[in-house]
């Protein structure tokens, strides 16, 4: 089962010095590419199936954080996708992050620490 995460939720994450990137948690942008930018340490996965190396990328973190451009769509198949056909390893949690990148951009576009690959024009 999925969870929605909030934004400010995943920017306490993000600036938590105990928690690390890919082991702690990993955020996964399942958007084709990332227009506009992405979320600070976040992985381009574009599509519902994994492949062998996404699968191992996937198994480690504790959290799992899935999205696409707004959440409705593409985001939560994507983490629903992943717990069935691979299944979160134990005690590993995944989520989908509320709002999507649209949301994120919106509201964290000017922060350097949270959003990356930003065109001068875009933030």
Known sequence: VTQTLTPEDLVSWLRDEKWKA???YLIV????RFDGGNIATAVNIPREEFNEADKALLAAP???VF???HSLHKGP???????KTVGASEGQEVYVLEGGYAKWAEVYSKEKDLVENLKKDEG
């Open 62 to 64: 504790r959290k799992l």
């Open 22 to 24: 890919h082991k702690d």
């Open 67 to 69: 999205h696409c451009h």
């Open 77 to 83: 198949a994507s983490a629903a996708n992943y717990l």
């Open 29 to 32: 942008d399942v958007r084709p």
